[in-house]
DNA sequence: GCATTAATATAGCAATTGCTATGTTAGGAC
DNA sequence: GTCCTAACATAGCAATTGCTATATTAATGC
């Protein structure tokens, strides 16, 4: 058997690696739901209502795409809708949305701190902040404030 | 109407906003792809051989998943399935896989230079590499580079 | 060389997230 | 008040990614 020059970093165990995928998977599944919910507050303190087809425009996604979602988010007791006056937060969805949201601008602020542009970093970090663990984010926070100093 | 005693940030324009989610919506797509070519590459150099039960197993999903996933690749010519002989990559997927690999490297590295723990770098960058852009990914390399002389 | 077993393949199902096409209805213009 | 329109709801479909149950077959031990 041919030795590699550099010698390859071995594989951990399949138990501890497992974990990583099952992580992401999880986090993949919370993902669609942070998303709406972090919009739909955006909307509603930009804006004052939050709308289906703003949503929809916003998430480059048809119409029924984010009624059958929504009704989703309602029987989760995130939102609630009042047909023709636009979608609110529950005070869950409320809870939801300020984690979310703040989570969002430490990871885009710390893109920036980090000399992102401000395109790849509106980008990226919406990609991103569903991925980043208490850990991981506080590091970002304290980097983003040791810049701003 | 009440005024935000911090006044909020304003939303971004509707069509810059969606390439955003749309930019992530295509991310999460090759996401599960990459994952694939990059675990079978690195089954490949450090256990000489893929099989189908030690993906599935280091994923944490069932083997006729992955099965299925693999018939997948085969047919977008990036892996080759010599049946009881394992999986093997071709020209094209050992490059995806290189690529993919080197971007998880620089990641973990990141992480692990901003003071992140090992468990915590290993999971997140699992999460974080698919949505990571070039100049992004230049940006980390750049990092780990400074603090490592 | 044959039986056993481990690896793989296949069938059939479910949930999720998208779509288009089309109904239904609340609110505002007149 | 009625009509129009924009907002929303619903039906039905497709692709993706997962599952369990079960069949098939290559390798290997004896």
Redesign the pocket.
Known sequence: MARKAKLPKPLVDPEIHVESFRQT?NNR?AE?VEDYVELVDDLLTDAGEA???DIAKRL??????V??????LASDGLVV?R????IFLTEEGKALASRVRERHRIVESFLRALGIGEESARIDSEGIEHHVSDETLEAFRKFVEARNQ
């Open positions: 998977r599944r669609i709308r289906q087809i480059g996604v048809a119409q029924p795409t009624a059958k979602m929504l009704k989703r809708q047909p023709y006056r636009g």
